[in-house]
């Protein structure tokens, strides 16, 4: 995803050009926005930390862009452009390190395994959205 912060900020072309560029295939793409519901039952799995509140209902302010990205290696590869989750941490080139604020307005999500990119893709799209 392309969080709310990067959409208002205008980086949603620069974004997917980092994206492409990097080797990624889109095989779905859409401008949607979460409704508070849809971000809380995202991102159920940090229920219990302290920030949930404040993400979910950052995840839900504005439209974002979703999207499932095929490569080899594509979950590591992807954490690797994107950078670290602080883009006080993140590396010099990395998207966060370019277009995130902090912490909680970090630009991007990238899923953390393949099996959580089944689910997050399931989450988005329905099969014929996916090509
Ligand atoms: P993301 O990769 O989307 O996965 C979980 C999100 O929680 C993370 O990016 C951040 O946006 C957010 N997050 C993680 N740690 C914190 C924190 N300490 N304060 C606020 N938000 C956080």
Redesign the pocket.
């Known amino acids: 995803?392309i969080?709310p912060d990067a959409v208002e900020s205008g980086h949603i072309g620069a974004i997917l050009e980092k994206i492409t560029a990097a080797g990624f295939k889109i095989v779905a793409m859409k401008y949607t926005q979460l409704s508070l519901r849809d971000a809380q039952a995202f991102?159920e799995v940090?229920k219990e930390?302290?920030?949930f509140g404040?993400?979910t209902s950052?995840?839900s302010r504005g439209p974002i862009v979703a999207a499932i990205l095929e490569k080899d290696n594509a979950v590591e590869d992807f954490r690797a452009l994107i950078g670290a989750?602080?883009p006080a941490d993140a590396a010099e080139g990395t998207i966060r390190k370019l277009y995130a604020k902090?912490?909680?307005?970090?630009a991007?999500?990238?899923s953390?395994s393949d099996e959580n990119a089944a689910i997050e893709g399931a989450f988005h799209f329905s099969g014929r959205e996916v090509f």
Do not use: A
């Open positions: 995803m969080k991102y940090h930390r302290p920030f404040e993400l950052f995840m989750t602080n902090n912490v909680g307005e970090n991007v999500h990238g953390d």
